[in-house]
């Protein structure tokens, strides 16, 4: 594929590249070059570029949701590396939890917590050990396959001691700061998993369900034929019912109904699925303190012994109570309560010191106390309890409702609400903190700071336990006493463990639970319990995990107890490794992450360092399907990335990943591809144009390859244009690289590929096909090939498969000393003589105009910065016919060629005209070659340089509004950054006109907020 040519001239190409072929083709030749091992040599004296690999998990193949992320991440390694910088390398692994235990649970045909007790936890936790090693290896091999570079020896697993040890810590420095705690509390819980979710697990996982509709009347004591009508969608929690709330602040009726006589909330009447008339209306406090009778007297636990339980203050059994969170919107405006089966039920339970009556046990089996309910599971007793009520002549109404309804996310099933005891960090003390190191961390895009801000001035108390088997064991140990002691590492457990306990081999269960500890307070034998950890705090210790990290606190570091998966001890970093890599330059993962990955790795580390372990983060959308769709395994839609990549190829699908707004979701099918495939043709055949006719005139390139391009005294004004083009593209790749906004890389790229095809080959091609001594044939060489060059090298960290193949055929065997590969090579620089270039540019396409007659050329202006723009802009001509063409389009030409105004003159010589001449002019003429002659005033006034600052924050405004979708009429409240200020102080009231926004305030960056519609 990327032999010479013959004779060592340029290799022809075909017409359309075979992209598979030439990815197979060079993946072969980086390998047997070593070509990334040369990389890492010459940048390993580098300044360091500490980027932090989020943890994949390991657990399945790769879908090309996968492939979006990594495409980012890889994009921004090779440019840091291409600018010398000297990088790490290191993937991650997320290796525990539930994902995993899902996964394995269904290859083993398992659907229940007792058939892995069954089978033995020890054979277990090797079978999801296996699987994890089986996807680490082929989500590699995958990663490879996409173009991705990483160490892959080196990745580090979130499931060895070293990373368990750390998190050990953590959670010892939490307690120690009083913020760990053991929790009876009413979770979301999934039956199928037998574990409870915590709420960042709960965000995004609903789904459209029926549910019945119940109303039913409980008869008030002493009161014959008065009942209490109460509302519930989940009959299952009604052998629960401990108190009826009412708002006290409400009015409440009394309603004739066939069915007796009922109080509901006067609010409320009107709702009411039967037919009645109001005989009475009272204050909701008269009705508080009066008892009723509860839906299911009969069970042994609603016997009020039972419900007054052990303890026997709790006196408002079944009682009416005051609540202030009764709503009036919904349902009857009486409350079933039923602490055990309700987060809210439960705070309400505590204040007033309800019973809770816990009825269903893990797998959602109703516990013993239940009667006729005892033993069988929640999702088959709903038509059994509306039989009883409608014997017992209590059920007003059934019906049905359709609503959203939280399920598991990782296996669907719908969640009930448990009181479990779990274990939490308080996040009290450290939210505002995490709030402040959040506001120091450059989000890209900028509205994702907002964003990370909601979550954690709204995030509740974080729940780290799971009821499961293969994670981290959690380092808490009780005595019988009831003392809690929590060890801080493998190095703390292996000094406090009682002598007798087996061999422990790795810090799991089931052989961690064999190790007793003796109590830190008294001394007696003390057990771990048996929960295991999140899994995000698996991941959220990496940052200190990976890097070395001595905690100074006396507790020694888990590193030195054992090196990761792969790793020798000559590898183990020590705390000055730490110091040097911490915090990450930037973090890349999707949106969802904010409140996982993001939150966990901030969390931990503003508890251990103080700050976030992040300067910049770069966030991401969703891939859906071509329809715009969520893909779904289940659904058919889902797209596997061994099938896109051997129908589009890696480049292809790199492309697609890095033009995207990362704002927006990703619509990923084989149609966008090839849309994207196409577009790459024209970058091709300008190549393949290059190759063909240079290699026939075997050309070759004068001097070495220089980031100014090349210095020939016949450079046409077109070459020159080109050579400007170049240095613009350059510009635009670098800044939307350094600025981590990558669609700006491929929409420069795509420009430029247009420009070089449709413009500068077509309007030079006579200069490549005439003999050797057509004019300007060399220039025009000279010209392409650096401008080709150029687009490759800044194509190279995007598409780094065609880049280095094209590389080996334009550059390598022609310059001496090139690098074997374009990755080898550095990143091109702005030159200086930009500026002075940058006028024939504007000359050319104001030439464009005039000399075709035709609209200029769209685009190639968009991106000059509008604080770039030149005063004025003289052409003319002896023709009066011509003249009278270009003054028709001045405010055309103007607009596309970035000057305010343009003066159409006919000579004699001088450009002059009332107030100025050409005297006053700073640069120079151009002269088009048929009678044009043209002049440009570069002199940027102060006042004009405020104007374009503030038509440039317009654009910049107006992209944002584009990038979120907001409605044409939509108001806003502008936040701009404070190196602006004087600009919004001389021009605010145009901005805000021209941005429809409400409000323009100073802050830390550029962002805006919908305050409604004109
Ligand atoms: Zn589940
Ligand atoms: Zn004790």
């Not at 160490?151 to 979130?158: A, G, H, V």
């Not at 309400?348 to 309800?354: C, E, I, P, Q, V």
């Amino acid at each position: 594929m990327s032999e010479q040519g013959p004779a060592g001239w340029y290799r022809p190409v075909a017409k359309i590249p075979d992209r598979v072929a030439i990815e197979q083709d060079m993946l072969a030749r980086w390998e047997s070059e070593q070509v990334f091992a040369r990389l890492r040599e010459q940048t390993s004296d580098g300044e360091p570029y500490s980027f932090l690999d989020g943890p994949i998990t390991a657990n399945n193949p790769m879908g090309v949701h996968h492939a979006w992320g990594r495409t980012l991440k890889d994009v921004i390694q090779r440019y840091q590396a291409m600018n010398g910088r000297q990088l790490r390398w290191q993937s991650g692994f997320d290796c525990q939890g539930l994902w995993v235990e899902v996964e394995v649970e269904k290859s083993l045909g398992f659907n229940s917590k007792r058939e892995i007790e069954a089978f033995g936890l020890d054979r277990f936790a090797r079978a999801c050990r296996d699987r994890v090693a089986t996807y680490a290896g082929k989500i590699s091999d995958q990663s490879a396959r996409l173009g991705m570079w990483m160490d892959w020896d080196r990745s580090y697993y979130t499931m060895t001691d070293a990373n368990i040890s750390y998190i050990w810590g953590f959670l010892a420095e939490c307690h120690r700061r009083g913020w760990l705690q053991a929790g009876h509390r009413v979770m979301p819980w999934c039956h199928r998993c037998g574990t409870s979710l915590s709420q960042h697990e709960l965000a995004d996982s609903h789904a459209e369900v029926t549910h019945p509709s119940l109303f039913v009347g409980l008869p008030l004591d002493g009161r014959p034929g008065e009942a209490l009508a109460v509302w519930t969608t989940t009959p299952w929690t009604l052998p629960a019912n401990v108190a009826v709330a009412v708002n006290p602040g409400a009015r409440y009726a009394l309603v004739r109904t066939l069915a007796g006589d009922v109080w509901v909330a006067e609010a409320r009447v009107g709702h009411l699925p039967v037919p009645g008339r109001v005989i009475q209306v009272r204050a909701g406090a008269d009705l508080v303190g009066r008892a009723y009778r509860p839906p299911l007297p009969d069970l042994p636990v609603q016997q009020s012994g039972a419900v007054h339980g052990a303890t026997a203050q709790h006196t408002t059994a079944h009682r009416v109570v005051a609540w202030d969170g009764v709503s009036l919107e919904e349902g009857t405006g009486l409350v079933h309560i039923a602490p055990g089966c309700g987060a809210e039920d439960f705070e309400l339970g505590r204040a007033l010191d309800l019973a809770v009556l816990a009825p269903i046990d893990e797998d959602g089996r109703y516990a013993d106390g239940y009667g006729w309910l005892s033993g069988r599971h929640v999702a088959d007793v709903d038509a059994h309890i509306i039989s009883r009520l409608t014997s017992a002549g209590c059920l007003l109404h059934a019906g049905l409702v359709r609503h959203r309804y939280p399920q598991c996310w990782r296996c669907a099933t719908p969640l009930v609400h448990r009181v479990v005891d779990e274990w939490f960090l308080a996040c009290d003390q450290i939210r505002e903190p995490m709030r402040a190191a959040a506001a120091a961390v450059s989000w890209r895009p900028a509205h994702f700071a907002r964003r990370m801000d909601d979550w954690l001035a709204n995030m509740g108390d974080w729940c780290i336990s799971r009821k499961r088997y293969w994670g981290l064991p959690l380092p808490f140990y009780l005595c019988r006493a009831g003392h809690l002691t929590v060890v801080g590492s493998k190095d703390e457990l292996l000094a406090l463990a009682v002598p007798g306990a087996g061999p422990l081999p790795e810090l799991h269960r089931p052989w961690i639970d064999a190790v007793k500890v003796a109590c830190g307070t008294c001394g007696a034998e003390a057990a771990r319990v048996p929960e295991v950890g999140d899994c995000w705090l698996d991941a959220g210790i990496v940052a200190f995990s990976t890097l070395g990290w001595r905690n100074r606190r006396a507790r020694p570091g888990g590193y030195a107890e054992g090196a990761g998966e792969g790793l020798t001890a000559a590898d183990l970093p020590d705390h000055g490794y730490w110091q040097r890599w911490f915090p990450a330059e930037v973090v890349c993962e999707m949106y969802e992450q904010i409140r996982l990955w993001f939150y966990s790795l901030l969390f931990m580390s503003v508890v251990l360092d103080g700050r976030a372990p992040y300067r910049g983060a770069l966030v991401y959308g969703r891939v859906r399907d071509e329809r715009g769709r969520e893909m779904h395994k289940s659904r058919g839609n889902a797209i596997w990335f061994d099938d896109a990549v051997a129908a589009v190829g890696a480049d292809t699908m790199r492309w697609l990943y890095v033009s995207q707004s990362p704002s927006r979701d990703l619509s990923f099918g084989y149609g966008a591809a090839r849309q994207a495939a196409r577009r790459f043709l024209t970058l091709w055949n300008s190549y393949a144009f290059f190759v063909t006719y240079a290699g026939l005139d075997r050309f070759r390139p004068a001097g070495e390859l220089r980031d100014s391009g090349p210095e020939a005294a016949a450079l046409a004004p077109v070459d020159r244009w080109l050579l400007a083009r170049a240095q613009q593209l350059i510009r635009h790749c670098r800044s939307g690289l350094d600025q981590l906004n990558l669609p700006a890389v491929t929409t420069a790229l795509d420009r430029f590929a247009d420009d070089l095809s449709n413009w500068y080959i077509r309007s030079t091609r006579e200069r490549f096909w005439g003999g050797e001594d057509t004019p300007g044939k060399a220039a025009a060489y000279q010209t392409l090939w650096y401008a080709l060059v150029t687009t490759v090298r800044c194509l190279a960290p995007v598409m780094p498969f065609a880049a280095d193949d094209m590389w080996r055929n334009l550059v390598s065997g022609v310059i001496p000393d090139a690098p074997a590969s374009v990755h080898l090579d550095r990143y091109p620089v702005v030159c200086e003589m930009y500026e002075q270039i940058r006028l024939w540019f504007y000359s050319l396409l104001f030439m464009s105009v005039v000399l075709d007659g035709r609209a200029p050329y769209r685009g190639a202006l968009v991106y000059g910065r509008v604080r770039d723009e030149l005063r004025v802009m003289l052409a003319a001509h002896q023709d009066a016919g011509r003249r009278d063409r270009l003054a028709g389009l001045a405010d055309l030409v103007a607009r596309e060629c970035n000057v305010m105004e343009l003066h159409v003159l006919a000579p004699p010589g001088e450009f002059t005209r009332a107030g100025f001449s050409t005297a006053g002019f700073t640069t120079g003429e151009v002269t088009t070659g048929d009678g044009w002659a043209v002049a440009l005033d570069t002199t940027i006034t102060p006042a004009l340089d405020l104007e374009g600052r503030a038509r440039d924050l317009v654009r910049r405004i107006q992209r944002l509004r584009k990038d979120r979708d907001l409605a044409v009429t939509a108001r806003i409240d502008v936040t701009f950054p404070e190196d602006e200020a004087a600009v919004v102080a001389a021009l605010g009231p145009w901005i805000a006109q021209q941005t429809l926004a409400r409000s323009l305030s100073p802050g830390a960056g550029l962002d805006l907020a919908v305050t409604g519609t004109e």
